[in-house]
């Protein structure tokens, strides 16, 4: 049922939450004709792409809408997970950005940028509503919006707070994405390299390894090929990271950037170069492109750990860059993480937000769980038994008791 709200102006908004499949089937048109008027928006907005995840993950996602009349005006995709709270002594909702069911590298509101600020107050009125502890939303672009969307907090009933967040112990900021705008030719964007040195490794190492035919770049399509140079990407990058990260944490995100990859294959967003000599893979690099931003998001980097090598990163960025170049794409996008070689290439800071939200412990106008999220408690209660935690099992009973029994009676 949809909730109305009138601004300022006296102008209805229409709200809806959105949580089950086929509604979501229904909004495919409408939505992509939004895709089409925010000028804001990227692939991980996407119906395509957030359709994957969601299909994916049924029961752990929800589309708040906004509407004027019949026309869609604004839309946050969020997921939500089940937290036990060792202080209430009973399971929460949390909620995060939609687009981390597939740990897409961006998240944030898809607007009409004719109605930007009213859409975004709206939307956050409807959030504070819906049953839930703790939301956070990081690499919301643009992170004007997450701004404006903590602005409609009222500060009595929740702490809200912009956070930062730095990986490699502090060295990395990781809300830092460096962008290189692309000009019209691959020698234009050459001579506009910042380093002369740079410049001038790229042109010898591609005379030398790429044009002498000693190694080459080849982008895989589809079927085998794909899944043989993603096995490659993954492989290197762990023999890199296993030992930093560990082994099963490593594999987890290896993981991760696997789904990614897959999902963009999907659509046919995928672009992955691999350095070759001979038979031997010594680098490839994991995309995803987006045509309608034209922008190409860097996401992954592996490269043989064993080769005395130098040249490998820059040969395979250089010549993905200019593949974007030559497709008519006009941004490389390195994504997360300010480490100092992505400017190296001419890209130049962008920050994303990263906004946090907790439900003051004074407010009790609103659930902190979300009855749709007891199957997942009910999971999370069978570990508690097995596990040998009969008084924290023994309290999530009886909460999931209480609210079968206030959704039976209600």
């Given at each position: 049922?949809?909730?109305?709200?009138?601004?300022?102006?006296?102008?209805?908004?229409?709200?809806?939450?959105?949580?089950?499949?086929?509604?979501?089937?229904?909004?495919?048109?409408?939505?992509?004709?939004?895709?089409?008027?925010?000028?804001?928006?990227?692939?991980?907005l996407s119906w395509e792409w957030?359709?994957?995840?969601?299909?994916?993950?049924?029961?752990?996602?929800?589309?708040?809408?906004?509407?004027?009349?019949?026309?869609?005006?604004?839309?946050?995709?969020?997921?939500?997970?089940?937290?036990?709270?060792?202080?209430?002594?009973?399971?929460?909702?949390?909620?995060?950005?939609?687009?981390?069911?597939?740990?897409?590298?961006?998240?944030?509101?898809?607007?009409?940028?004719?109605?930007?600020?009213?859409?975004?107050?709206?939307?956050?009125?409807?959030?504070?509503?819906?049953?839930?502890?703790?939301?956070?939303?990081r690499y919301v672009d643009p992170?004007?919006?997450?701004?404006?969307?903590?602005?409609?907090?009222?500060?009595?009933?929740?702490?809200?707070?912009?956070?930062?967040?730095?990986?490699n112990g502090g060295k990395t900021?990781?809300?830092?994405?460096?962008?290189?705008?692309?000009?019209?030719?691959?020698?234009?964007?050459?001579?506009?390299?910042?380093?002369?040195?740079?410049?001038?490794?790229?042109?010898?190492?591609?005379?030398?390894?790429?044009?002498?035919?000693?190694?080459?770049?080849?982008?895989?399509?589809?079927?085998?090929?794909?899944?043989?140079?993603?096995?490659?990407?993954?492989?290197?990058?762990?023999?890199?990271?296993?030992?930093?990260?560990?082994?099963?944490?490593?594999?987890?995100?290896?993981?991760?950037?696997?789904?990614?990859?897959?999902?963009?294959?999907?659509?046919?967003?995928?672009?992955?170069?691999?350095?070759?000599?001979?038979?031997?893979?010594?680098?490839?690099?994991?995309?995803?492109?987006?045509?309608?931003?034209?922008?190409?998001?860097?996401?992954?980097?592996?490269?043989?750990?064993?080769?005395?090598?130098?040249?490998?990163?820059?040969?395979?960025?250089?010549?993905?860059?200019?593949?974007?170049?030559?497709?008519?794409?006009?941004?490389?996008?390195?994504?997360?993480?300010?480490?100092?070689?992505?400017?190296?290439?001419?890209?130049?800071?962008?920050?994303?937000?990263?906004?946090?939200?907790?439900?003051?412990?004074?407010?009790?106008?609103?659930?902190?769980?979300?009855?749709?999220?007891?199957?997942?408690?009910?999971?999370?209660?069978?570990?508690?038994?097995?596990?040998?935690?009969?008084?924290?099992?023994?309290?999530?009973?009886?909460?999931?008791?209480?609210?079968?029994?206030?959704?039976?009676?209600?």
């Open positions: 049922m949809k909730d109305d709200i009138h601004t300022l102006t006296q102008t209805r908004i229409e709200l809806d939450v959105i949580r089950d499949w086929a509604e979501f089937e229904v909004l495919e048109a409408p939505w992509k004709a939004l895709e089409r008027r925010d000028p804001m928006g990227s692939v991980f957030l359709a994957q995840a969601f299909r994916a993950h049924p029961g752990r996602w929800l589309v708040v809408v906004a509407y004027r009349g019949d026309r869609l005006l604004g839309l946050l995709p969020l997921k939500t997970r089940v937290h036990w709270s060792s202080s209430q002594n009973a399971f929460e909702t949390e909620i995060e950005a939609g687009g981390r069911l597939i740990w897409s590298e961006y998240t944030g509101i898809l607007c009409d940028p004719a109605a930007e600020d009213e859409v975004i107050a709206a939307l956050a009125r409807r959030v504070q509503a819906l049953p839930w502890a703790r939301l956070s939303l992170p004007a919006r997450a701004d404006a969307f903590l602005t409609a907090f009222p500060d009595r009933r929740f702490s809200v707070r912009r956070r930062d967040y730095r990986i900021d990781n809300l830092v994405c460096p962008r290189a705008a692309l000009p019209d030719s691959y020698d234009a964007w050459l001579e506009g390299l910042p380093s002369k040195n740079t410049r001038q490794k790229i042109r010898r190492f591609t005379r030398r390894y790429l044009d002498s035919g000693e190694m080459r770049i080849e982008t895989a399509g589809t079927g085998d090929d794909t899944a043989r140079d993603l096995d490659h990407l993954l492989r290197l990058w762990l023999e890199k990271w296993a030992g930093p990260k560990g082994q099963g944490a490593a594999e987890r995100v290896a993981a991760n950037y696997r789904e990614v990859l897959v999902a963009a294959q999907q659509l046919g967003l995928l672009h992955l170069p691999v350095l070759w000599q001979g038979n031997r893979p010594l680098g490839a690099l994991g995309h995803v492109v987006d045509p309608r931003a034209g922008r190409m998001n860097f996401i992954v980097a592996g490269r043989d750990l064993a080769a005395d090598a130098p040249h490998i990163g820059l040969l395979l960025h250089a010549g993905s860059i200019r593949w974007a170049i030559e497709n008519g794409y006009r941004t490389y996008d390195f994504c997360h993480g300010d480490e100092a070689y992505k400017f190296s290439y001419g890209a130049e800071p962008h920050r994303v937000g990263y906004i946090a939200l907790r439900r003051r412990s004074a407010d009790r106008s609103t659930p902190r769980f979300d009855r749709l999220n007891t199957a997942e408690a009910l999971h999370r209660t069978q570990a508690m038994i097995e596990a040998g935690q009969g008084d924290r099992a023994a309290a999530a009973c009886r909460q999931l008791a209480s609210v079968v029994a206030r959704a039976t009676t209600g």
